[in-house]
């Protein structure tokens, strides 16, 4: 059986947006300030925690509703900083089939009753085969799983809020767009590569693949 590292497992960073600052800094050749201002650092670590998170689900979240007759759509919590919808178990024991606004109405349930797919818009989950009245579904829950958004970063205190793996992966991703912005494009591409090696190799976590023997 082959191991595979899984980033929601990990250990949360230590490192401080300060210390990230310094990393990139010693990349770029720029001790201090200069060209490339603290908030031209402070917004790029921000895009980039945002984009490792959304990549990778490695920040988790749940959000759990309860099954009403008759009713399609469940609001979500409004505290809820998701990116993307990751799967949804019915009553602890079925996973729901992802799905989108334009199948309601067109699955068959395995079981009368029970719900099949789901899908999220605009801070709603909508379940479906919509469940009647005496149908056995009403009262049971569905627990969705959700691929967080990181805190944003506003002070150099701030601790980066990421797995520990990926501070490597956010100093290339924050170099690589200061490089931009200098127009050194094919050096700029050069740490986006490596930021990208990173995020292949960690990618699988919560995501569908065979088992291996």
């Not at 059986?1 to 300060?18: A, F, I, N, Y």
């Not at 900083?81 to 990751?86: E, L, M, Q, T």
């Not at 479906?128 to 990181?150: F, H, I, N, R, T």
């Amino acid at each position: 059986m082959s191991d595979h590292v899984l980033p929601g497992t990990q250990s949360m960073s230590s490192m401080t947006l300060g210390d990230l600052f310094t990393r990139v800094r010693s990349n770029l050749n720029e001790v201090s300030a200069a060209f490339w201002t603290n908030d031209d650092l402070m917004y790029w670590a921000n895009l980039g925690a945002k984009d490792i998170a959304t990549q990778t689900l490695c920040m988790g979240t749940t959000a759990e509703i309860t099954l009403v007759a008759g009713q399609l759509e469940y609001p979500l919590s409004l505290s809820l900083r998701y990116a993307v919808d990751v799967a949804a178990i019915y009553n602890s024991a079925k996973g729901l089939k992802k799905g989108g606004p334009w199948r309601v109405g067109n699955t068959d349930a395995e079981f009368a009753g029970e719900p099949v797919e789901y899908y999220l818009f605009d801070g709603h989950i909508g379940v479906y085969p919509v469940p009647a009245e005496g149908d056995d579904s009403v009262d049971k829950k569905v627990k969705v799983y959700l691929a967080e958004l990181p805190t944003a970063m506003t002070a150099v205190t701030d601790l980066i809020p990421l797995p520990e793996i990926y501070e490597s992966s956010l100093i290339e991703f924050v170099t690589a767009r200061a490089k931009y912005k200098d127009r050194k494009y094919s050096e700029g591409d050069r740490h986006m590569s490596l930021f990208d090696a990173v995020i292949q190799r960690y990618r699988i976590d919560f995501g569908e693949s065979e088992v291996d023997d």
